[in-house]
């Protein structure tokens, strides 16, 4: 056994005792060890200890020492009044815990940009090229360099139905995933942290999707802590909580519907969405409180919150139903307007935190403004102007349009954009499957740099940190029709396929790292 394994299980084991002391440790386990697998040529695994499991086990490509003993609740939400629906969710230290075999060196790894994607079902057999078969129920999450893009490196490994149900800290270093399973005992919000190579279970729940609103756990720029979004009673509530699964707190604790974390870039501030101004309370008889059984929230009004004084603010006085986005660590951008529900106006908003300035661009032309994307300065957007026509839009702040693209057709909604973060080129393409054109790069002017036909067709863009790739997504008719993960150098040329060798379906998290 590997003195740095040893060591881990070692400080692990004191820190469960530390923890509560009635829990006592199981019999000692036995040494098995496990094969490295073969289409993964750059990880070694060692052999590890592995108690007996109790249930049957799923699968890993890496070695994991399991805990058997179960750890004590010791963080608990405030409970609901009893006349509210459902279970409070009951937070816990860890518990269905493991220990994760990474790589010694994959801190040092994240000091540059990496690609993390998942990999479900991979195809060990093809009968039919354009019927791939499935060849197991397992899903993987890989960390890839662009520069050695066939060296992926295994992180870790669920049940196939966990889905893209994956969120990892801009670090690298924190991962959260949602475990679904029949099975009360394991189903949940699990945590990973690297440094120390262990996962476990934080919150034993059934679904992130709370009452038909959608809000996926967020972490902070510096991986330290994890917005969750929770039903509490009638309402829904944010909760954060810190990367070893400790301090588990609920921050905005009003009767109203809180969604839509987003974290600024430096951290001090918690933007959210809130219905509180329309719908202070959702508890029946409480003075001005909803009729849950006839009102259904669809979106509310912009708040921030100062996360060291916890003094929350209102930033828009227009009501939105899709989350805000930070421009800067004190400018944000948001959409007023719904046109799925009837609003045939979608105007964009900036607001200053501090100041509390807040005014509309872009008046006038062009009623539907879709899809948009701001420079990392955030003097300009690029959008899809939706009219009589679809065509895309590039302009300032102060509404003058500097150009516009006739040539590229999107369906509404269908168009992503990305900046480099230098902010000389945009990369465009497609969302979802609808990728109609291939590699598109132009430079700030809306001058053409590179364009090319499918094969393959690129759909969600994204620039690397370093500016140096673009990853996207995209077709290839000559591997099988599904989807991969393709690279390109930064003005969109020498794109290569860097999953076809996985055979699996695969679904791109995006860049991480490269944070020094």
Not at 224 to 247: C, K, M, S, W
Not at 300 to 326: A, L
Not at 470 to 488: C, N, Q
Not at 505 to 515: E, F, K, T, V
Request: aromatic share 8%; net charge negative; charged share 15%.
């Amino acid at each position: 056994m590997p003195l740095r394994l040893f060591n881990r299980v070692r400080v692990a084991l004191m820190l469960v005792l530390l923890t509560s002391a009635a829990c006592n440790m199981s019999a000692a386990p036995t040494v098995t060890p496990t094969a490295t697998p073969t289409e993964i040529p750059t990880l070694t695994v060692t052999p590890s200890l592995t108690p007996q499991p109790t249930d049957t086990p799923t699968p890993t490509l890496t070695p994991t020492v399991t805990l058997t003993p179960s750890l004590t609740p010791t963080f608990t939400v405030t409970p609901t009044p009893s006349n509210t629906p459902g279970a409070v969710a009951t937070f816990t230290y860890y518990d269905n815990t493991n220990f994760i075999e990474a790589p010694d060196n994959i801190l040092s790894l994240l000091n540059s940009p990496l690609l993390a994607y998942l990999n479900t079902n991979n195809r060990d057999t093809v009968g039919d090229a354009r019927t791939p078969q499935p060849g197991n129920d397992i899903e993987v999450l890989y960390y890839v360099s662009p520069t050695a893009a066939n060296g992926r490196i295994p992180i870790l490994q669920f049940e196939a139905a966990t889905g893209a149900d994956v969120f990892i800290s801009q670090n690298g270093r924190s991962i959260a995933y949602m475990r679904p399973s029949n099975n009360p005992a394991v189903s949940g919000l699990y945590l990973v942290d690297l440094e120390i190579g262990i996962t476990g279970r934080i919150l034993p729940i059934d679904t992130l999707t709370q009452r038909g609103i959608y809000s996926e756990p967020v972490w902070s720029p510096d991986g330290e802590q994890l917005a969750v979004v929770l039903a509490t009673g009638y309402d829904l509530d944010i909760f954060t909580i810190r990367h070893d699964g400790t301090n588990p707190t609920n921050i905005t604790n009003h009767g109203s519907y809180d969604f839509f974390p987003s974290w600024s870039p430096d951290g001090q501030y918690l933007m959210f969405v809130s219905d509180r101004l329309r719908c202070p309370s959702w508890i029946p008889g409480e003075p001005g409180s909803c009729d849950g059984s006839t009102d259904t929230p669809t979106g509310g009004n912009v708040f921030v919150m100062d996360i060291t004084t916890r003094q929350v603010t209102q930033v828009s006085d227009v009501w939105v139903s899709e989350p805000p986005r930070w421009l800067n660590p004190r400018q944000v951008v948001y959409a007023a307007g719904d046109p799925l529900f009837g609003d045939p106006e979608r105007s964009l908003w900036i607001t200053d935190v501090v100041s509390g300035d807040s005014r509309q661009l872009l008046n006038g032309a062009d009623p539907l403004k879709l899809a948009e994307s701001w420079s990392p300065t955030g003097q300009q957007v690029i959008y899809q102007a939706a009219g009589a026509s679809s065509e895309i839009v590039l302009a300032g702040l102060g509404g003058e349009e500097t150009g516009r693209i006739r040539d590229l057709i999107f369906t509404r909604y269908g168009m992503s954009a990305a900046w480099s973060p230098d902010g000389t080129r945009i990369a465009i393409g497609g969302i979802g499957s609808d990728c109609p054109y291939g590699v598109i790069v132009y430079d700030s002017n809306l001058n053409n740099i590179a364009s090319g036909n499918p094969p393959p067709s690129m759909c969600e863009p994204a620039f690397s940190p370093d500016g140096r790739w673009i990853v996207f997504t995209g077709v290839s008719p000559s591997v099988d029709g599904r989807m991969d993960v393709y690279l390109a150098n930064s003005n969109g040329f020498g794109a290569s396929n860097i999953t076809s060798a996985l055979r699996g379906n695969i679904h791109l998290i995006g860049w991480i790292g490269g944070q020094g």
